[in-house]
């Protein structure tokens, strides 16, 4: 595969990526904002609840969009690849499985996004709720990608390929870690566009930003150390077709967008007046799907070189 290929295979991931990042932004938005919720009620901060119930209100503007998005891509790839829709919907399929978790998330999902302020008073509930369906999501996610990685294999095979060095663990853990990326990282985004109809005061926003832009950056540094961690057990055929081709450089350059997102969400951590910084949170978000993109393309021809 040429550079130019490559390239136009990133392209013609643009929109699906584009609409995985929303579906995964959802995912993560429980994690964030039942840990905003938690620490606001260890620490007494007004700020930090005030935090998690704007991630549970951008949660709750993504959970419909999420849904189309998952029965969209059902039923997507159930007429354009009804082969391995057949293998992925089986009786015996580890994908069925990762439906019925994520059934318990679109039941605690939207209980729990909807429900801060009833619940106000009752906040052991609702933490009880939020920590449902972040396990719930993370479950889901981890289960999904092996499931769909592993689709084209037979079931010998596909279970031999669960062992200790497996590249199954790193790939299940940096999507979940990218669901809690996508959540904070668009975080920010919502945030600013909330900012003229919610408007809680420039402190809160300085501190919300401040807070958002440090979730995003931990949580990416963890997504990119796990790409090394798969770069260290992928196969040596499969390292041979990625590093020594275009696909290479693909990987380097999502890599890359992940660090120019670090630095750009560095500034707005640190700053005391984030909100004039909100371009740049545009353009951080722009980037994030770019580097999405990027990733699914790798994760699309590892499904091909299995």
Not at 56 to 81: K, N, T
Not at 96 to 110: E, H, Q, R, Y
Request: glycine residues 8%; hydrophobic residues 60%; aromatic residues 10%.
């Amino acid at each position: 595969m040429s550079m130019q290929e490559s390239l136009i295979l990133v392209a013609t991931m643009l929109a699906p990526a584009f609409f995985s990042l929303i579906g995964m932004a959802a995912l993560g938005c429980a994690a964030v904002a039942v840990s905003s919720e938690a620490a606001a009620k260890i620490k007494g901060r007004v700020f930090l609840d005030k935090y998690g119930q704007q991630v549970a209100s951008m949660g709750a503007v993504l959970f419909p969009l999420f849904l189309v998005i998952l029965i969209g891509s059902i039923g997507l790839a159930s007429a354009r690849f009804q082969q391995l829709a057949s293998r992925l919907l089986a009786p015996d399929s580890p994908f069925i499985f990762s439906l019925a978790i994520m059934g318990v998330f679109t039941l605690l999902g939207p209980v729990y996004f909807l429900t801060w302020k009833k619940l106000r008073q009752s906040k052991g509930v609702h933490l009880l709720l939020g920590i449902g369906a972040a396990l719930a999501a993370a479950a889901a996610v981890a289960v999904t990608v092996p499931a769909k990685l592993m689709a084209g294999l037979p079931p010998e095979a596909a279970q031999a390929g669960f062992g200790p060095g497996s590249m199954v663990w790193p790939m299940a853990t940096m999507h979940v870690i990218l669901c809690i990326v996508a959540a904070a990282g668009l975080s920010c985004v919502y945030l600013v566009l909330r900012r003229n109809r919610d408007d809680f005061g420039r402190d809160y926003y300085r501190f919300s930003l401040n807070l958002a832009s440090r979730w995003a950056i931990t949580t990416m540094l963890v997504f990119l150390a796990c790409q090394g961690w798969l770069l260290a057990v992928l196969p040596d055929p499969l390292r041979t077709m990625t590093i020594d081709t275009p696909l290479g450089m693909v990987w380097a350059i999502g890599s890359a967008l992940g660090l120019v997102c670090c630095a750009i969400w560095l500034v707005t951590a640190r700053s005391q007046t984030p909100l004039r910084f909100k371009g740049l949170l545009l353009v951080a978000a722009g980037l994030l799907w770019l580097m999405h993109a990027a990733n699914a393309t790798l994760f699309m021809n590892f499904m091909t070189m299995l």
